[in-house]
């Protein structure tokens, strides 16, 4: 039988050569786009990390410069149950906007008392889903981690001891543990029924947090004012998301509902006041859902393009 000659095919240099520099030119454009992004996010990281870090400047001055002594001794501790939020806030935001790559000095712990033997305790044990390994051996206890945190009742404390088994296998020297869940303040000592107990009293009960303290404290828990207030800053952090749901929400309703309360302000280093304004939003009272918001940059420029449209002065103004 007789074989055609192959066929060979027609190479053109040119086309490959075009289709080359295009799928180069694409992988540029490509490239250039992500390096601009990357280095715009990177401009407003640091213009943010400059800004808290101004701000925590100015409030750990506020609280230790000697003007601060002129102020008389309970109105000194209010502000300083302000100034400790707010500066443990800002340390949190600053640490979640750090890069984790950075090699950070380690931070110094304090030295935590124990919490009071007479206290009830409820273990939690968070053991292993299975006890035998993944290469089929049977896992053999070898200890455990234990820690307390401190949660509240109303009307009673208790501690809750997390006991996280730990489980080797001799043969092919694996250790599972179960991992602790997710807390609020990571390697902290209150839980979230006392975080909840304590952003309630002080915001709904209007209890001071160093009443709060005391009454802990006739409970036989020592727990300084400032510690309350550092767990206030951090929750104030982790409840953004839902601060700015609420605001979304309320920002698509045909109308809201704003109230202004003047209240008399002192000024940091100066013994005189000066008026100041709570503002307040909500939905009607006939919504199907309610909500509440407040802030004085609640409308952000939406207010002040509204206020210079009609020819009014907007109270957000400086």
Same mark, same amino acid.
């Given at each position: 039988?007789?074989?055609?000659?192959?066929?060979?095919?027609?190479?053109?240099?040119?086309?490959?050569?075009?289709?080359?520099?295009?799928?180069?030119?694409?992988?540029?454009?490509? &490239?250039?786009?992500?390096?601009?992004?990357?280095?715009?996010?990177?401009? @407003?990281?640091?213009?943010?990390?400059?800004?808290?870090?101004?701000? %925590?400047?100015?409030?750990?001055?506020?609280?230790?410069?000697?003007? #601060?002594?002129? +102020?008389?001794?309970?109105?000194?501790?209010?502000? !300083?149950?302000?100034? $400790?939020?707010?500066?443990?806030?800002?340390?949190?935001?600053?640490?979640?906007?750090? !890069?984790?790559?950075? &090699?950070?000095?380690?931070?110094?712990?304090?030295?935590?008392?124990?919490?009071?033997?007479?206290?009830?305790?409820?273990? +939690?044990?968070?053991?292993?889903?299975? &006890?035998?390994?993944?290469?089929?051996?049977?896992?053999?206890?070898? =200890?455990?981690? *234990?820690?307390?945190?401190?949660?509240?009742?109303?009307?009673?404390?208790?501690?809750?001891?997390?006991?996280?088994?730990?489980?080797?296998?001799?043969?092919?020297?694996?250790?599972?543990?179960?991992?602790?869940?997710?807390?609020?303040? $990571?390697?902290? %000592?209150?839980?979230?029924?006392?975080? /909840?107990? %304590?952003?309630?009293?002080?915001?709904?009960?209007?209890?001071?947090?160093?009443?709060?303290? @005391?009454?802990?404290?006739?409970?036989?828990?020592?727990?300084? #004012?400032?510690?309350? /207030?550092?767990?206030?800053?951090?929750?104030? *952090?982790?409840?953004?998301?839902? /601060?700015?749901?609420?605001? $979304?929400?309320?920002?698509?309703?045909?109308?809201?509902?704003? $109230?202004?309360?003047? *209240?008399?302000?002192?000024?940091? =280093?100066?013994?005189?006041?000066?008026?100041?304004? %709570?503002? /307040?939003? &909500?939905?009607?009272?006939?919504?199907?859902?309610?909500?509440?918001?407040?802030?004085?940059?609640?409308?952000?420029?939406?207010?002040?393009?509204?206020?210079? #449209?009609? =020819?009014?002065?907007?109270?957000?103004?400086?």
């Amino acid at each position: 039988m007789n074989a055609y000659p192959p066929i060979k095919p027609v190479k053109s240099t040119n086309s490959y050569r075009t289709i080359g520099n295009l799928a180069i030119g694409d992988c540029r454009t490509l &490239t250039d786009q992500r390096i601009a992004a990357n280095a715009k996010a990177i401009q @407003q990281k640091e213009l943010k990390i400059d800004q808290l870090t101004y701000e %925590l400047a100015y409030l750990r001055r506020l609280k230790f410069s000697h003007k #601060s002594k002129q +102020i008389s001794a309970l109105q000194m501790t209010l502000l !300083d149950e302000v100034t $400790d939020a707010d500066i443990a806030a800002i340390e949190s935001e600053l640490e979640s906007l750090k !890069d984790k790559t950075d &090699t950070a000095q380690p931070k110094k712990q304090p030295k935590r008392q124990p919490l009071p033997e007479n206290l009830p305790r409820l273990e +939690i044990r968070h053991d292993p889903e299975s &006890t035998t390994c993944s290469c089929g051996c049977q896992l053999r206890h070898i =200890g455990e981690d *234990v820690s307390e945190k401190l949660d509240y009742l109303p009307g009673s404390s208790q501690v809750e001891r997390h006991i996280r088994s730990k489980w080797a296998c001799d043969a092919c020297e694996t250790l599972v543990q179960k991992p602790m869940p997710p807390q609020i303040i $990571d390697k902290g %000592l209150p839980t979230s029924g006392l975080l /909840a107990h %304590l952003l309630i009293a002080k915001y709904a009960d209007h209890l001071p947090l160093y009443r709060q303290a @005391q009454i802990f404290e006739r409970a036989g828990v020592k727990l300084p #004012s400032s510690t309350l /207030a550092e767990w206030v800053g951090v929750c104030g *952090v982790q409840l953004e998301p839902v /601060a700015q749901a609420l605001k $979304d929400f309320l920002l698509t309703q045909p109308v809201l509902h704003a $109230d202004e309360t003047p *209240v008399p302000m002192l000024k940091p =280093g100066n013994k005189k006041t000066h008026k100041a304004y %709570l503002w /307040a939003y &909500t939905n009607p009272a006939n919504a199907q859902h309610k909500a509440v918001c407040s802030g004085q940059a609640f409308l952000d420029t939406w207010f002040l393009q509204f206020s210079y #449209s009609i =020819g009014v002065k907007s109270p957000f103004a400086v």
